[in-house]
């Protein structure tokens, strides 16, 4: 027997890592989709949903609104996907991460951020949700499109050139061929956002511009019409399988090999005209991605009787300013909102690093035998089905799925934290399975040759590994709970409204005051989102730099 299969975890180790994952899933995913469904398959409310116009009016808009977002997006990432890949200059890496900010800003602040940006006029309209998405998810483009782009030999355009080709003729008919395959794959990643968008439609499109995810919340909260809510999140399902599959075929043409280089291939730019083009560029990106974010500032600092700090008061000084408010936002207490969140972040982010990170260990194990290797891949797969679910269905089926005895838990606080880690769970995994691939097998094989055992050799060696990316993880989990408004809509109860939920009542009710103390918690959302992103990147780095 080789040193290879002594060093194999034992079964029951593999099996004991693989539950958690297993049970989380099942319980918190598989069951409340069943239940979803099993409510759904009723004949009165099946007629309603075909015989509704209003539903047919709901999906079409949901579905050009994805269309068109997802083609405007990709027009405008180009642009600085092609300057980010193509140039080197002073604050490249500054305006990178500069661009990714509004991907990892919660949905609820990008809505409330253009909402203060563009005037009263493009109030509830489409404009604004487009314009909007397009600022959410022009990361992916950059980020799909300029890693490719960054790889493409120039000299394949240098030779477009030279036969006479305009530089036009080049990027039509050499460059975009060739960033087909990325291009594709971000517009896919960018439509199922857009489609799937529920925060900002809910701030920025109002009741006459709802999507299949408003319209789901609507019917089963407002209207009590659960049964047509159920049918209608079956549909999006299917839908957005449907667009994933396509997406797929799409992507499988395109498998031929390009000559990639392994260094990227940027320069500093040549000439008046370079330098001026990148310079112009660098501070149109900075406008276009401050502005909202400043706007939303302002708006904070915005009353009736001019500019002040009294909504910042408001919410953080001991006077709640309750004569300001309305009878019916007297129970929605704004600080008390930020607390509740950072609990229910703590809680969602130690059971998603704890469940991903057994999860990633298991897989890993699985793949490396034979036998169990397509095991891996179920628990791999089933892992990331919540990531290709929207969070209203999963807010809703464990509403639906929890309501009736022995599994009547709708009161239990615990289950805003836990749909949270449902979501966060598979970014986890994603961050570590990468990492623990790319560990040396002969690693293991040398620890077992001095006499270690399979458990000690996984614990000196993979775990101290994964610790790194597993703080990556955790920074994203923790974002990821912190903004959470879909999932959250449906489980929160009167006194543990989160910051988003508090947000969107704020910014929904009358009221200067109101209006800004929703911008106010818009403003520590996004501000609280960075501090959480930062603070476990800084960690990373001095356990890299002390290992």
């Excluded at 129970?331 to 703590?346: E, I, K």
């Excluded at 969602?348 to 897989?363: K, M, R």
Aim: aromatic residues 8%.
């Amino acid at each position: 027997m080789s040193a290879r299969d002594l060093n194999r975890l034992p079964r029951w180790t593999i099996a004991a890592l693989a539950a958690p994952a297993i049970v989380f899933v099942g319980l918190f995913y598989a069951w409340p989709v069943v239940a979803l469904i099993h409510r759904a398959v009723t004949a009165e409310a099946f007629r309603t949903v075909v015989h509704d116009a209003s539903l047919r009016r709901v999906l079409w808009f949901t579905a050009w609104q994805a269309a068109i977002s997802t083609a405007a997006t990709v027009v405008v990432g180009l642009v600085p996907a092609w300057l980010l890949a193509r140039y080197e200059f002073v604050g490249r890496r500054w305006l990178t991460a500069l661009i990714t900010v509004p991907f990892v800003l919660p949905t609820v602040v990008v809505g409330a951020a253009f909402l203060a940006l563009l005037p009263r006029s493009l109030d509830q309209s489409v404009v604004a949700i487009l314009v909007a998405h397009v600022f959410f998810n022009v990361a992916v483009v950059v980020r799909g499109v300029g890693g490719l782009w960054s790889l493409l030999p120039p000299d394949l355009v240098g030779a477009a050139r030279t036969l006479g080709a305009s530089p036009w003729r080049a990027m039509r008919e050499v460059t975009l061929p060739l960033l087909a395959p990325a291009i594709e794959a971000s517009a896919s990643v960018v439509f199922l956002f857009s489609f799937t968008s529920f925060g900002v439609v809910r701030i920025l499109g109002g009741p006459s511009h709802p999507t299949l995810e408003v319209e789901i919340w609507q019917r089963a909260t407002r209207l009590g019409d659960v049964g047509v809510a159920a049918i209608v999140s079956i549909i999006q399902l299917v839908v957005l399988g449907l667009a994933v599959l396509w997406f797929a075929r799409i992507q499988s043409r395109h498998r031929a090999a390009i000559g990639l280089r392994p260094v990227a291939n940027r320069r500093a730019a040549r000439g008046r005209i370079e330098r001026a083009t990148v310079a112009t560029l660098s501070v149109a990106i900075v406008v276009a991605v401050g502005t909202p974010l400043a706007a939303l500032f302002e708006r904070s600092t915005r009353t009736n009787a001019g500019h002040s700090l009294v909504a910042w008061r408001a919410v953080f000084g001991r006077q709640q300013l309750a004569s300001a408010r309305p009878t019916a936002a007297s129970s929605l207490d704004p600080l008390g909102s930020l607390f509740t969140s950072l609990r229910f972040a703590a809680v969602a982010t130690a059971v998603s690093v704890v469940i991903g990170g057994c999860a990633s260990l298991a897989i890993v194990a699985m793949s490396r035998t034979g036998g169990r290797s397509r095991l891996g891949r179920a628990l791999d797969t089933g892992i990331m089905l919540p990531l290709g679910t929207s969070a209203v269905t999963i807010g809703f089926g464990v509403l639906v799925g929890f309501s009736v005895a022995p599994l009547d838990w709708r009161a239990a606080p615990l289950l805003i934290p836990l749909g949270h880690a449902l979501v966060a769970t598979p970014f986890v995994v994603r961050v570590l399975l990468p990492t623990l691939r790319s560990i040396d097998p002969r690693l293991r094989d040398a620890a077992s040759t001095m006499g270690a055992s399979p458990l000690r050799a996984w614990r000196e060696i993979d775990m101290r590994v994964m610790v790194a990316p597993l703080l990556t993880g955790a920074g994203f989990a923790a974002a990821i709970s912190l903004g959470e408004f879909g999932a959250t809509t449906f489980l929160t109860r009167q006194g543990r409204a989160t910051l988003p939920i508090a947000i969107e009542q704020l910014l929904a009710r009358p009221g200067a005051v109101l209006h800004a103390e929703g911008y106010v918690l818009a403003t520590v959302l996004a501000l609280l989102t960075f501090v959480v992103i930062g603070a476990f990147e800084g960690v990373r780095s001095l356990g890299d730099r002390s290992g």
